[in-house]
């Protein structure tokens, strides 16, 4: 299974830690037909790669998760 499909966040679809799960509802993907679920630390650099489905998960143009240092 691969996709390229990328999907853009706002800061506040990521939790506490700066991160999503894949899959995910905002992806159009239903947890039972697809793969095993995954985390993925968006906030670290502004987008994550999911390594089963190669859906991109990416902060929208603007968007800031935090305060920063």
Avoid: R
């Avoid at 800061?11 to 899959?23: E, S």
């Avoid at 190669?54 to 998760?65: I, N, V």
């Amino acid at each position: 299974m691969s996709t390229t499909a990328t999907i853009e966040l706002l800061a506040k679809d990521l939790n506490p830690q700066g991160g999503v799960f894949c899959p995910a509802p905002k992806a159009g993907m239903q947890l039972w037909n697809t793969h095993p679920k995954v985390y993925l630390d968006v906030a670290k650099t502004g987008a994550a790669k999911c390594p089963y489905c190669g859906t991109t998960y990416q902060l929208k143009a603007g968007e800031h998760f935090g305060a920063g240092h």
